[in-house]
């Protein structure tokens, strides 16, 4: 096999690039991609210290949304921007992003008509990118529709759209675009700013060089040490699926928090139900989910379908880097983003939403561009221009050869976490896991102690994520 990593490593340490980036989820990857398509010529590395989509942007709740909790925040601004994205989105990523209907399951009359009016409004401002208008379902759709919804009280059903989207997918594919265009991208290699400059390790052989860029952006998310961030953590249980129909549900608890329960998983076999909104205080490296969130969203499983007796088959979490704001809750600071340089020259991007990140690189992307192609005229393509996807093959082993051999999957967990969910939707076994590493192995090299060590770590976090 030829080794892209290798070479795309030795890229770094040898070329002088226009500009790095440092990180791979969602913002770093559309940056990337967004630069190599305004052909400029544009020399561009890109490098995170995990597999790309390790971080936020592979654990959040997949979707791609205008976000309708926001309008109780008057935030109409981000809403409709979010609105017009997803629209682009599910343009240029079809496969990745698909339109997906939402059941708001009303408890009382005010509820239908206080919910009824916020997606009155929803509608009006998605306008022509609207993804299709909200309905009431009367009492007998909505039990026809859901039968094991809990019956006290229960008064009508609202029914709106938004989408769905693989969120580790949809990163992998812009970065693999980014790189058909000639940027060097490399995983698992950690960036240090220095006085001297950037500082690349690459975690498995541990080497140490500096990388040579005019500019540098810092789209490290959580891990960011750019300015003031409040760390928000939200974290998701995996159960198998609770509803009945193919529809998401949209639940408002009493503190009018949103939690979602989404059909997820290959064959939509599981339900995804997040997430929360906990300040973090520890590390970005260690982030799970704590019995408080645990009880809170089994509770709110158990008191929307009663019968239901499934029980939780893994969990993720992830922080939300969040701009700092005085005087406000986990759950109200706003998702606005900023993009800001500090005196070493690096410009940073932080806060805002996956589904706005297109529009969050166009933004970064034009405002580097006076300095990186100074009195050229280079628009944006990437609203235009279609992501390649490349075709999933349903058998196992050739899924684990694609992930090595064209997303760079370097870890078991890679394969798992990132180019599958597989990790999400079975408990953590030997039994499947370990074809998994042999097969990895065989491609990477590795000898039997490798594999099992592989193993060893990955069923060490049975339980945390
Ligand atoms: C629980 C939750 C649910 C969410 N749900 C949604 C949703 O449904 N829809 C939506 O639009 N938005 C959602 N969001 C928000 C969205 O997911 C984030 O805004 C977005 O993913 C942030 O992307 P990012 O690229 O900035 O960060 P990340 O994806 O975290 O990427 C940062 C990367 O930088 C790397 N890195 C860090 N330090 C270094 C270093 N020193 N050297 C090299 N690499 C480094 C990390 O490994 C990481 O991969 C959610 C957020 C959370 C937390």
Not at 317 to 339: D, M
Request: hydrophobic share 40%; aromatic share 8%.
């Amino acid at each position: 096999m030829r080794d892209r990593r290798a070479a795309n490593l030795a890229r770094l340490r040898d070329e002088t690039f226009d500009v790095l980036i440092v990180g791979g989820g969602i913002n770093g990857a559309g940056i990337a991609r967004d630069l190599m398509l305004r052909g400029g010529g544009f020399r561009v590395a890109l490098l995170d210290k995990g597999h790309f989509s390790s971080g936020t942007s592979g654990r959040n709740s997949q979707l791609i949304h205008g976000g309708l909790r926001y309008l109780k925040y008057f935030d109409f601004q981000l809403v409709a921007e979010a609105l017009r994205e997803r629209a682009t989105l599910l343009k240029i990523a079809p496969g990745l992003v698909w339109p997906l209907e939402f059941l708001i399951p009303c408890y009382s009359m005010f509820d239908r008509y206080f919910y009824g009016a916020g997606l009155m409004l929803y509608d009006a401002l998605a306008g022509r990118h609207a993804v299709g208008h909200h309905h009431t379902l009367d009492l007998g759709k909505l039990r026809r529709l859901e039968p094991g919804l809990a019956d006290e009280g229960l008064r009508a059903g609202l029914t709106f759209f938004d989408c769905g989207v693989n969120s580790a997918r949809l990163v992998i594919e812009n970065i693999l675009d980014a790189e058909s265009f000639g940027s060097c991208v490399v995983n698992h290699v950690e960036a240090r700013q220095t006085e001297s400059g950037i500082l690349a390790t690459d975690r498995f052989s541990g080497e140490t060089f500096p990388v040579r860029a005019k500019r540098t952006i810092d789209a490290t998310g959580a891990w960011s040490t750019g300015g003031p961030l409040r760390l928000v953590r939200g974290s998701h249980l995996i159960f198998p699926k609770i509803q009945s129909g193919t529809e998401a549900i949209s639940y408002f608890d009493e503190q009018g928090r949103i939690v979602f329960l989404i059909p997820w998983g290959e064959r939509r076999q599981m339900t995804l139900v997040g997430t929360t909104d906990v300040d973090h205080n520890g590390s970005p490296d260690d982030v799970h989910i704590s019995e408080g969130e645990t009880e809170y969203l089994t509770g709110i499983v158990r008191r929307l379908f009663p019968e239901y007796r499934g029980e939780p088959v893994s969990s993720y979490s992830a922080l939300r880097p969040l701009i700092a704001e005085e005087g406000r809750s986990a759950t109200s600071t706003s998702r606005e983003h900023r993009i800001w340089q500090t005196p070493d020259g690096v410009l940073h991007i932080a806060g805002g939403k996956y589904t706005t990140y297109r529009a969050m690189s166009e933004e970064l992307v034009d405002g580097l561009l006076p300095d990186l192609a100074p009195g050229r005229n280079l628009p944006c393509r990437t609203a235009e221009t279609p992501i390649p996807v490349a075709a999933v093959p349903d058998d196992e082993a050739a899924r684990v050869r694609m992930a090595v051999e064209r997303e760079f999957a370097r870890r078991l967990e890679d394969v798992i976490y990132v180019s599958t969910y597989w990790g999400y939707e079975r408990p953590l076994e030997r039994e499947w896991l370990t074809p998994i590493a042999r097969e990895m192995g065989e491609l990477l090299g590795w000898d039997a102690a490798e594999v099992e060590a592989e193993l060893t770590r990955v069923l060490a976090r049975r339980g945390v994520h």
